[in-house]
């Protein structure tokens, strides 16, 4: 399943050429997979606010994110 936010997630979409080898990576093990594990996500069903550089698998700054 395609992650639902895909279209409107500025770090996916970020045009950083820097990040371009690490986007395809997350788009592939995420955005199009598992999108319901992706830090982003999670944290977009709460009323935290999502940090621009906050990647699919930082898993533990989502748990600390989420105790704020
Ligand atoms: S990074 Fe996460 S929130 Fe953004 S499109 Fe991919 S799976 Fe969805």
Do not use: H
């Not at 395609?2 to 045009?15: A, D, G, M, Q, W």
């Not at 830090?39 to 550089?53: C, G, M």
């Not at 898993?59 to 600390?64: D, G, H, P």
């Amino acid at each position: 399943m395609v992650c639902p936010n895909l279209e409107t997630c500025p770090f996916i979409n970020n045009s950083d050429e820097k990040l371009k080898d690490d986007i395809i990576k997350y788009k592939s093990k995420f955005c199009n997979a598992d999108y319901e594990k992706c830090a982003r996500f999670i944290l977009s069903n709460t009323t935290v606010e999502v940090p621009i550089d906050l990647a699919p698998d930082e898993i533990k700054r989502l748990e600390r994110l989420m105790k704020t």
